[in-house]
């Protein structure tokens, strides 16, 4: 039997440009997996609203910035329609419904992260095509009493087409590994 060897694309910098796709955790190439199948990759890329639901903290964030670079697409963050010092915390829901619909005038996929995600949807007559929750392992929500209602009222984690489960502290150690190893990082000592 021969086995082919094939050299690891590398960037201008000598990088392997794999290495974010090797050091993906399993539940994220995955969920990347069950995204394109649904978007119709290779064939079509249809117009999906894809959201990512979790508590404050659980990498949300970091789960839509990475599946936006993956499958090509903006990723929106419900962070950015904050209404400052509003106390419950509001959103400017009208302002995501335009970026919302300027995306699907252009028959596009759109990746939109954040708490509370579902009950923003709702106040804009949304509802996504694929749902992600992100469960983050030994995590308490600094926004307990807002999240509690929340989670009983909408059940993201039962609605979810995909849970991941998220343990940052063993994740940021196999990243930053694996980044030493194929770039230009230091080591640390």
Known sequence: MTIERHSTPVDSNGANELAPWLTASKSYRS?????????????????????IDGLDGAGKSSLAAWLGWQLEMPAVHLDLYIERGSNPLQFRAGDLAKVLDA???????????????????????????????????????????????????????????????????????????????HSLLPKSQ
């Open 31 to 51: 969920l990347r997996t069950s995204i394109r199948s649904a978007l119709g990759f290779p064939q079509e890329r249809r117009p999906l609203l894809i959201a």
């Open 103 to 181: 995306r699907a005038n252009l028959n596009r996929p759109v990746i939109v992260e954040g708490i509370l995600i579902l009950k923003v949807l709702s106040e804009i007559g949304r509802t996504p095509d694929f749902l992600v929750f992100v469960h983050r392992v030994s995590h308490e929500s600094s926004l307990r009493t807002l999240t509690e209602e929340y989670l009983r009222e909408f059940n993201p984690r039962q609605k979810a087409n995909q849970t991941i489960k998220w343990s940052s502290a063993k994740r940021d150690r196999a990243i930053l590994r694996a980044h030493q190893n």
